[in-house]
């Protein structure tokens, strides 16, 4: 088997540690030569890199493990690039998250006007990102995790039309199969999702059993009866486990599919702004959470020289799906995942150039999606709203254009009102200064 050079960029996030636990417990499906993790925050990949280099001693010492901040060190001769840059940090999630709920809309990391003033930050960085990887290293694949993702993939998709070696993918539908796996106490890996939307925007319409069993109508029942929690409830914060219980109520209103937890901002947006607190958003729990533990771990682990004893270091779904996504297109073994692809008739009813989130055989030739056909009017019309604001936006970056920024977000479900939208723009402009370039 192939020995595979990667760089992580975003090296120096709080996800890293989970992937870089998932590679090390991956290797006979994905073999390593390089490691190399790459961020522009220096601090920040000093702890987490300093970690990396104990636990591949441990447990990998036969791969070559590197941290840097220089691209030129990072790009160079990789066959896999994966991907999850956060351009302006935490310090920009906080102002995405409270400058909306501060003017009477939500804020939202992904969704509404926060996600748009996250994609208008990140296209930036991810061009720059795939120029470099293509001067340094032609052939590699690029697995992008970087969100907005359903923003980022559009955007990537008309600025490299000819690209065939960009993957975008989410783990959040993995993240919900577990947790649906674990209410009808079944094996996960036994489990078959049948998905399509847009990314944080989409519905499974079928969970199937080894024996081919379609298993959503009895986890309907059981949602719908009891409530949902995620898998993993007792490592997630209070604003998770609002946000998984949220599916009950989409269900009842809506009981044709099981919803994405994100759909409750676009359903739900009055009653979700009117339990959010503009003072105190998702980053300050992750601060006061993750991002603390993380850290303290990482530290705690280097001083002690061994990451043996530590729980941080989990595998977690996300870790777990990305190495195996890489293993399925580096020994071509064209597994099912649920992937961003050009739509191009997947969904019959739906434009072309949307990108879609549907399922995929995925082998070394990349992507080869299911059809999924005709959607009712319900989704069809909810998607392609979504898909106009998501396509405005990247219009408003790729034009610098005011009047399409404007039009994007008078067209989002969470704002809905074009005096808001513009409020918010031109505060989400001032804030967003030294990131975007300028809508005329
Ligand atoms: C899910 C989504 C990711 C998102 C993450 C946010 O996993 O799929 O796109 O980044 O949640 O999590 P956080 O804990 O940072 O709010
Ligand atoms: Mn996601």
């Given at each position: 088997m192939k020995k595979n050079n990667i760089v992580l960029v975003g090296g120096g996030s709080t996800w890293t540690p989970g992937i870089l636990k998932a590679m090390t417990t991956h290797l006979d499906a994905f073999a390593l030569n390089r490691v190399v993790l790459y961020d522009i925050d220096e601090k920040r990949q000093e702890v987490i890199g300093e970690f990396a280099k104990i636990l591949f001693k441990e447990e990998a010492p036969e791969v070559e493990l590197v941290y840097t901040?220089?691209?030129?060190?990072?790009?160079?001769?990789?066959?896999?690039?994966?991907?999850?840059?956060?351009?302006?940090?935490?310090?920009?999630?906080?102002?995405?998250?409270?400058?909306?709920?501060?003017?009477?809309?939500?804020?939202?990391?992904?969704?509404?006007?926060?996600?748009?003033?996250?994609?208008?930050?990140?296209?930036?960085?991810?061009?720059?990102?795939?120029?470099?990887v293509r001067r340094l290293s032609p052939d590699a694949w690029i697995l992008n995790y970087t969100n907005p993702a359903a923003i980022v993939s559009l955007a990537l998709d008309k600025i490299f039309p000819k690209e065939n070696k960009i993957l975008n993918i989410c783990d959040q539908p993995v993240n919900l199969l577990r947790s649906y796996s674990k209410l009808i106490d079944h094996d996960v890996n036994k489990l078959e999702p049948v998905y399509f939307g847009l990314n944080h925007f989409g519905w499974f319409t079928q969970i199937y059993d080894e024996t081919g069993k379609d298993r959503a109508p009895e986890l309907k029942e059981i949602i719908l009866k009891g409530g949902f929690r995620p898998v993993d409830a007792e490592q997630r914060d209070q604003s998770w486990l609002?946000?998984?219980?949220?599916?009950?109520?989409?269900?009842?209103?809506?009981?044709?599919?099981?919803?994405?937890?994100?759909?409750?901002?676009?359903?739900?947006?009055?009653?979700?702004?009117?339990?959010?607190?503009?003072?105190?958003?998702?980053?300050?729990?992750?601060?006061?959470?993750?991002?603390?533990?993380?850290?303290?771990?990482?530290?705690?682990?280097?001083?002690?020289?061994?990451?043996?004893?530590s729980k941080v270091v989990h595998n977690d779904a996300h870790g777990d799906m990305m190495?195996?996504?890489?293993?399925?297109?580096?020994?071509?073994?064209?597994?099912?995942?649920?992937?961003?692809?050009?739509?191009?008739?997947?969904?019959?009813?739906?434009?072309?150039?949307?990108?879609?989130?549907?399922?995929?055989?995925?082998?070394?030739?990349?992507?080869?999606?299911?059809?999924v056909g005709k959607i009712d009017t319900f989704y069809k019309g909810l998607i392609e709203n979504q898909y106009a604001f998501e396509k405005l936006t990247v219009e408003a970056y790729m034009e610098e254009s005011y009047g399409k920024a404007l039009q994007a977000l008078t067209l989002n479900r969470t704002i809905g009102d074009a005096k808001k939208a513009r409020k918010v723009l031109d505060a989400l402009i001032e804030a967003n200064a030294e990131y975007w370039p300028e809508l005329k």
């Open positions: 901040t220089d691209k030129e060190v990072a790009y160079k001769d990789v066959d896999f690039v994966f991907c999850q840059m956060r351009t302006g940090g935490f310090d920009m999630r906080e102002k995405d998250e409270k400058i909306p709920l501060s003017l009477g809309v939500i804020g939202q990391e992904t969704c509404g006007p926060g996600g748009f003033a996250y994609g208008l930050r990140s296209i930036k960085d991810m061009i720059e990102m795939v120029k470099d609002d946000t998984y219980a949220m599916v009950e109520d989409m269900l009842t209103d809506f009981p044709d599919y099981l919803p994405n937890t994100y759909l409750q901002y676009y359903l739900y947006p009055e009653y979700k702004l009117s339990t959010s607190d503009p003072k105190r958003t998702r980053t300050d729990e992750v601060r006061a959470g993750r991002e603390k533990n993380v850290f303290a771990e990482c530290r705690r682990i280097v001083e002690n020289g061994t990451a043996r004893d190495v195996e996504v890489a293993a399925s297109i580096a020994n071509n073994l064209r597994k099912t995942f649920i992937v961003m692809v050009r739509n191009d008739g997947i969904v019959s009813n739906l434009p072309d150039d949307s990108m879609v989130e549907v399922n995929a055989s995925l082998g070394s030739n990349g992507p080869a999606p299911y059809a």
